[in-house]
């Protein structure tokens, strides 16, 4: 049961989400980033390049977290992040390192949606009842010097698998996806779970839009069409 109060926030939520996206749509419009998950950077990178013809550029490290990343552009404000253990840091207690470390091959670990005011949407969200974490500022350094900088916000909504974060990059920051190596594009992003309408209705109380399927677990699906083949991803 939810009080009318938050009923109202929730209701706010879901219109602005009808902004931002369409049911049916093939990709969310407030996606921002898909990030692939494996345990050997070069690897990633040759994987992606093998089935889609594209070479994804060194992004930079994330320092204190344990790995660093390479990028390729999906499109307009959408890229994908290739992220993997940094060698140079080590004994590194991060969540997300130790998940990556786990991985046999390349998977689909998590996304990111783009939103112009985190601190508005955080506050709306915590009006509804809905726990998060952040925002938190990032930042890290692209390899010609050049400084990116955001803010994050996670949220604790089930099925955890399937959720975002949600990202504002800072302004002056140049988006990654308008110099990461080009030429693919994102053609089709979902999630699957075993209850899709529970999973539909997780994202609409976070203002989302997202192409939902039936599946046996949480999961994200990813197709990504490149100049010499498609590349189907999956977590």
Same mark, same amino acid.
């Given at each position: 049961?939810?009080?009318?109060?938050?009923? &109202?926030?929730?209701?706010?939520? %879901?219109?602005?989400?009808?902004?931002?996206?369409? !049911?049916?749509?093939?990709?969310?419009?407030?996606?921002?980033?898909?990030?692939?998950? =494996?345990?050997?950077?070069?690897?990633?990178? !040759?994987? &992606?390049?093998?089935?889609?013809?594209?070479?994804?550029?060194?992004?930079?490290?994330?320092?204190?977290?344990?790995?660093?990343?390479?990028?390729?552009?999906?499109?307009?404000?959408?890229?994908?992040?290739?992220?993997?253990?940094?060698?140079?840091?080590?004994?590194?207690?991060?969540?997300?390192?130790?998940?990556? /470390?786990?991985?046999?091959?390349?998977?689909?670990?998590?996304? %990111?949606?783009?939103?112009?005011?985190?601190?508005?949407?955080?506050?709306?969200?915590?009006?509804?009842?809905?726990?998060?974490?952040?925002?938190?500022?990032?930042?890290?350094?692209? $390899?010609?010097?050049?400084?990116?900088?955001?803010?994050? /916000?996670?949220?604790?909504?089930?099925?955890?698998?399937?959720?975002?974060?949600?990202?504002?990059?800072?302004?002056?920051?140049?988006?990654?996806?308008?110099? !990461?190596?080009?030429? =693919?594009?994102?053609?089709?992003?979902? !999630?699957?779970?075993?209850?899709?309408? %529970?999973?539909?209705?997780?994202?609409?109380?976070?203002?989302?839009?997202?192409?939902?399927?039936?599946?046996?677990? $949480?999961?994200?699906? %990813?197709?990504?069409?490149?100049?010499?083949?498609?590349?189907?991803?999956?977590?």
């Amino acid at each position: 049961m939810i009080s009318r109060r938050q009923f &109202v926030v929730l209701g706010g939520l %879901a219109v602005a989400g009808a902004r931002f996206g369409r !049911a049916g749509d093939e990709v969310p419009s407030m996606l921002d980033h898909i990030l692939l998950g =494996c345990s050997d950077l070069d690897q990633g990178i !040759a994987f &992606v390049e093998q089935h889609t013809g594209v070479r994804a550029a060194i992004g930079g490290v994330h320092p204190g977290r344990g790995t660093r990343n390479a990028l390729l552009s999906l499109g307009e404000r959408r890229y994908l992040e290739i992220i993997a253990p940094d060698p140079a840091q080590k004994g590194i207690d991060d969540k997300r390192l130790t998940s990556i /470390l786990k991985l046999s091959s390349p998977s689909l670990i998590q996304w %990111a949606a783009h939103v112009d005011d985190i601190e508005a949407l955080a506050k709306k969200l915590r009006a509804a009842g809905v726990n998060i974490e952040g925002p938190a500022p990032g930042s890290r350094k692209r $390899p010609d010097g050049r400084l990116l900088q955001w803010k994050t /916000l996670g949220v604790d909504a089930k099925p955890e698998e399937a959720m975002p974060f949600f990202i504002e990059w800072g302004k002056g920051t140049v988006h990654p996806s308008v110099d !990461a190596p080009s030429g =693919c594009r994102l053609e089709n992003f979902s !999630a699957g779970d075993n209850d899709p309408a %529970a999973l539909r209705s997780s994202f609409r109380k976070l203002g989302l839009e997202v192409p939902v399927y039936r599946a046996t677990k $949480p999961e994200l699906h %990813a197709r990504i069409v490149g100049p010499k083949g498609t590349l189907e991803l999956k977590s």
